[in-house]
T-cell receptor
């Protein structure tokens, strides 16, 4: 079993739709969690950190369930510019180990 | 530009040749990471430095791979006797370890795309 697993995708949604991505991790010692966005043939860029209480940044909401070892990302009112691959990232050992999931590709269609 | 810088952006080499990539992290960042990414996969961890010390190496990092960060600033990743399976995007990232257990998330460079023919 991989350390970090994500919905395989791809997700093809119309503009304005709400879409949710799921991520599970196997290392119960994981401490910090992040969502990164990666455009085609570009480097990953931090989208948002994920806090225990859940957090929101505009149209994006991240949730963490430590008991189930599960992270989610919700995108509301999706835009064409949201089309990208979304990478779930888990950290343990106080910033020394960052493990990436395989990513979920999103295409927002006009 | 004070972000993470990598060069070259692209490298095409013949099988069996040696290649070296360079990464300049964000200047105040004390941690530096190398990852490898192939099409349709997430980045896979290769190795990690805290200042000049190489603290961890992945099992993916065969004996043909070596990384250095001699003065705790820039880093190089060398691949000897390249194989076609080495073709990938090589990503460098940096972060800052603060006081206690605080640290920043990874900031990536734009990568070096290696093609081995």
């Amino acid at each position: 079993r991989k350390e970090v697993e994500q919905d395989p995708g791809p997700f093809n949604v119309p503009e304005g739709a709400t879409v949710a991505f799921n991520c599970t991790y196997s290392n119960s010692a994981s401490q910090s969690f992040f969502w990164y966005r990666q455009d085609c043939r570009k480097e990953p860029k931090l989208l948002m950190s994920v806090y225990s209480s859940g957090n929101e940044d505009g149209r994006f909401t991240a949730q963490l369930n430590r008991a189930s070892q599960y992270i989610s990302l919700l995108i509301r009112d999706s835009k064409l510019s949201d089309s990208a691959t979304y990478l779930c990232v888990v950290n343990y050992n106080y910033g020394q180990n960052f493990v990436f999931g395989p990513g979920t590709r999103l295409s927002v269609l006009p | 530009d004070t972000g993470v810088s990598q060069n070259p952006r692209h490298k095409i080499t013949k099988r069996g040749q040696n290649v070296t990539f360079r990464c300049d992290p964000i200047s105040e960042h004390n941690r530096l990471y190398w990852y490898r990414q192939t099409l349709g996969q997430g980045p896979e961890f290769l190795t990690y430095f805290q200042n000049e010390a190489q603290l961890e190496k992945s099992r993916l990092l065969s004996d043909r791979f070596s990384a250095e960060r001699p003065k705790g600033s820039f880093s190089t990743l060398e691949i000897q006797r390249t194989e076609q399976g080495d073709s990938a995007m090589y990503l460098c990232a940096s972060s800052l370890e603060g006081s206690g257990v605080k640290f920043t998330p990874l900031h990536f460079g734009n990568g070096t795309r290696l093609t081995v023919t």
